[in-house]
């Protein structure tokens, strides 16, 4: 039987939800795969948005490549190892453009090398702050933007008119985007009263900021599709398109979360 768009939307996040559950609980090393092949797909998807075709898959393989090594430092000591990871893949693409401009000074540019950076920056960095949370903080940012994408989604689908950045995105509106803020508070503040250690004050605050990072992340990559005159950044997920479809509100909101915690403890000392 063929599904539909909806139903297959609904089937991809059922098993997404249940690959991330099984990750969380085996722990560890699984985590790590888990985020080691986030990266290298997502690398592989935003590298293939400026470099598609055949020809450029040794640059996409590249770029998986230098996505590892970040994760893997984090992993042994913390984001300021993957910091000096992040330093050493610069080196390496500084060296790699020196080697190429040395060969050929009218064809090579620096812009491979750049889309390569960013791609770092953008994906295997921010995802790297999963390592430093506890299980019960990762729920709540997953829990935080999948609220977020999936209130807004129904609340601009269902009552949706006026639009909110018809420039960056023609189908989101400012219904789906305040759907989305009520879904995230509320999810939010519902988790972080029944596990966290945080004030009433705090939840909501936190639940709006979250949900403004998440909207901001799904607006970035959104511009950045309409900028390369590309709809879905791969065809990964049935109903979603690409991963970084899918993860783009994550991508921002890890961040956000890792920075806000050190501010307001939200959960017990053991369990961060």
């Not at 290298?40 to 230098?66: I, S």
């Not at 610069?90 to 009218?106: H, I, K, M, T």
Request: aromatic letters at 10%; charged letters at 10%; one cysteine or more.
């Amino acid at each position: 039987m063929q599904l539909s768009p909806h139903q297959q939307r609904i089937l991809t996040a059922g098993l997404a939800v249940g690959l991330v559950a099984l990750a969380l609980w085996l722990g560890g090393v699984f985590l790590t795969l888990l985020l080691l092949g986030l990266c290298g797909l997502g690398q592989w998807e935003f590298t293939a948005l400026f470099r598609p075709g055949p020809e450029h898959r040794n640059l996409r393989a590249t770029a998986v490549a230098l996505g590892a090594p970040l994760v893997l430092a984090a992993q042994a000591g913390g984001s300021t190892s993957a910091l000096w990871a992040l330093v050493a893949c610069f080196w390496f693409l500084a060296l790699r453009f020196l080697a190429r401009y040395s060969r050929d000074q009218v064809a090579a540019r620096i812009e491979d090398e750049l889309v390569l950076l960013c791609g770092l920056v953008y994906i295997p960095l921010m995802l790297q702050f999963f390592l430093a949370l506890s299980t019960r903080e990762i729920i709540l940012v997953v829990l935080a933007t999948t609220l977020s994408d999936t209130a807004a989604f129904y609340a601009g689908t269902l009552w949706g008119r006026r639009k909110i950045w018809p420039q960056v995105s023609p189908k989101k509106s400012w219904t789906g985007s305040i759907g989305g803020l009520a879904g995230c508070l509320l999810g939010v503040t519902a988790y972080g009263l029944a596990f966290g250690q945080a004030p009433l004050f705090a939840w909501l605050m936190l639940g709006a900021l979250l949900n403004l990072a998440a909207q901001l992340g799904d607006f970035f990559e959104s511009a950045l599709k309409r900028s390369l005159e590309v709809k879905d950044s791969g065809t990964l997920l049935p109903g979603h398109g690409g991963l970084l479809d899918r993860i783009d509100s994550l991508l921002f909101a890890l961040p956000c979360y890792a920075l806000l915690r050190l501010v307001q403890p939200f959960f017990p000392p053991i369990l961060q």
